[in-house]
């Protein structure tokens, strides 16, 4: 009979599912090395963020077909090896949606009324009522920094509660945000607004210590911030220093950069005005039962021949096919994630055009892997193939597919985006060569040839004497090294466009730099991930 492999705790209700259909072993707290001597024995393999399911555990796992998360977040598998060997990874990414939305509202009232403090003080004996007059939420502004399913539940809670609703997320297009009655703001113009502001982004390297000491600085002095999302997007230092000196009146955190919270936290040196809890946003009953179930249902249906409905990695697609299209499916991605922040996000229409032997492949695979590109940005790993076209629907991205079957400049076919957006319209190509590199072919229509890297520089600007070398000067003083440059123009003396291959990021200082060059129309810095 077909087994199954349960090696976190998860709830009855999960096992009860899936001892439908095989037979189910639980053994948690297994090392990696007991796990690896065992894991070839069974079809399905069960988790939740306690087990580490590496390459090698993929390897020595020959009779396995699908992997389960019973949770969001799939960091701890190595979901690139798992679908290298034709292994279905799955998730359960609104299995905790409601419980993660309600602790921030929690917390968020916690803060207003001084919950946990006048608890301990009415413990301890106190009656101390004029310490801890608090304030109501009803119609003060709360900024939602990011408006996936968790930001945008938070919206509609606190919508119903009176509150008016700011938000920010690049991704999200103004007609969504009217549905949803949220008024769209840069991200430093909701700070400087807002009476409460909740965080609700993926941790990556755009968000890491987003929430520093200069942005906590343009808060108003009543301001309060809580964060539910991921540890690392607040500079806790910086933070804790700000709720002692006043810089603003409070704040709530359930994640941290470092977990369990570290003895010698700045956080636990603050005695006032701040609420700490230890990463219970999904810790409910009612959450835990969700996300065994969820996933509990997917391996069942897996094992039944079924699909699953949260597929982390590509479904329905074996691995031949896999190792066919994988090139093209990470030029696909690449093309999406350079366009998106060429673009600036708010994108409104993308079109994806298929050339040559890119129109000759399954389009589906490829589309979804332009918009899980688009979308990564914003959304790190939250985002997957099998949610990327609702998420570009939900954001209110209208996606154009055209295939044309003429092979144009490049044999193997090329690959072309296009997108309209509030900010403007911009284009990418790229082409797979011969020998499986992957090739950015042009930018806003001017030809290049350039390589994809982690941390690239695009620029727009004047064809005139001397540009480039100012833009190298700049960038030397900064001590960030350029591994490659090349310039595309169409017309001498007009407008150009230069790629810069840099081996280190582009800090803010720089950027601000590269925009006082005289010629200079854009300058877009790019990361790759």
Not at 80 to 85: C, E, G, H, N
Not at 493 to 519: F, K, Q
Request: charged share 20%.
């Amino acid at each position: 009979m077909t087994k199954v492999l349960v090696s976190d705790p998860i709830d009855q209700a999960g096992i009860d599912i899936l001892s439908q259909v095989a037979t189910v072993d639980v053994r948690t707290g297994l090392s990696a090395d007991e796990l690896r001597s065992i894991v070839g024995d069974y079809e399905a393999l069960m988790i939740r963020s306690g087990t580490t399911v590496t390459a090698e555990i993929i390897e020595a796992a020959t009779k396995l077909r699908i992997i389960g998360r019973a949770g969001v977040g799939v960091d701890n598998v190595d979901v690139p090896a798992a679908t290298r060997r034709g292994v279905l990874v799955v998730n359960s990414p609104e299995g905790n949606t409601i419980a993660a939305a309600e602790h921030a509202l929690a917390l968020m009232l916690s803060l207003s009324r001084h919950v946990p403090h006048a608890h301990a003080s009415t413990m301890a004996g106190g009656w101390d009522r004029k310490t801890y007059v608090g304030n109501e939420l009803y119609k003060k502004k709360l900024g939602v920094v990011g408006l996936g399913k968790i930001g945008s539940h938070v919206a509609r809670v606190a919508k119903a509660m009176g509150m008016e609703l700011l938000a920010y997320d690049p991704f999200v297009s103004e007609e969504r945000a009217q549905s949803m009655q949220v008024k769209l703001l840069p991200l430093a113009e909701l700070f400087a607004q807002a009476d409460y502001v909740s965080l609700h982004l993926p941790r990556t390297p755009d968000t890491e210590n987003l929430v520093n000491a200069e942005l906590l600085r343009t808060m108003k002095p009543t301001a309060r911030l809580v964060n539910c999302a991921r540890g690392g997007i607040v500079d806790e230092a910086a933070l804790a220093e700000a709720v002692e000196a006043g810089v603003i009146a409070g704040a709530a955190l359930d994640v941290y950069a470092k977990e369990p919270l570290v003895a010698d936290s700045p956080l636990r040196a603050v005695k006032e005005r701040l609420v700490l809890t230890p990463h219970l946003g999904a810790s409910t009953a009612e959450a835990q039962e969700n996300v065994a179930i969820d996933v509990a249902e997917q391996i069942r249906d897996v094992l039944l021949g079924q699909p699953a409905r949260s597929a982390v990695n590509i479904p329905g697609l074996n691995a031949e096919v896999m190792e066919q299209l994988r090139p093209h499916l990470q030029l696909a991605e690449t093309l999406g994630q350079l366009l998106s922040q060429l673009a600036g996000g708010q994108i409104s229409e993308l079109e994806v055009r298929l050339q040559g032997e890119f129109a000759a492949h399954p389009a589906q695979p490829l589309v979804v892997a332009v918009l899980k590109g688009v979308l990564s940005t914003a959304l790190g790993d939250a985002i997957n193939y099998v949610n990327a076209s609702l998420e570009a629907k939900d954001r209110g991205i209208h996606v154009l597919e055209v295939k044309d079957e003429a092979a144009r400049d490049y044999a193997g076919g090329s690959l072309e985006l296009r997108s309209r957006s509030s900010k403007g319209n911009h284009s990418v190509s790229g082409a797979v060569l011969g020998d499986g590199d992957l090739r950015v072919t042009a930018i806003d229509e001017f030809p290049v040839s350039v390589s994809p890297s982690r941390h690239m520089l695009f620029t727009r600007h004047r064809d005139m004497p001397g540009i480039i070398g100012r833009i190298g000067s700049v960038l030397g003083e900064h001590n960030v090294n350029i591994a490659s440059m090349q310039v595309g123009r169409r017309i001498v003396r007009g407008d150009a466009v230069m790629a810069l291959s840099l081996d280190d990021p582009i800090p803010a200082s720089l950027l601000e730099s590269i925009h006082r060059i005289d010629g200079i129309q854009e300058a877009h810095p790019v990361t790759l991930v």
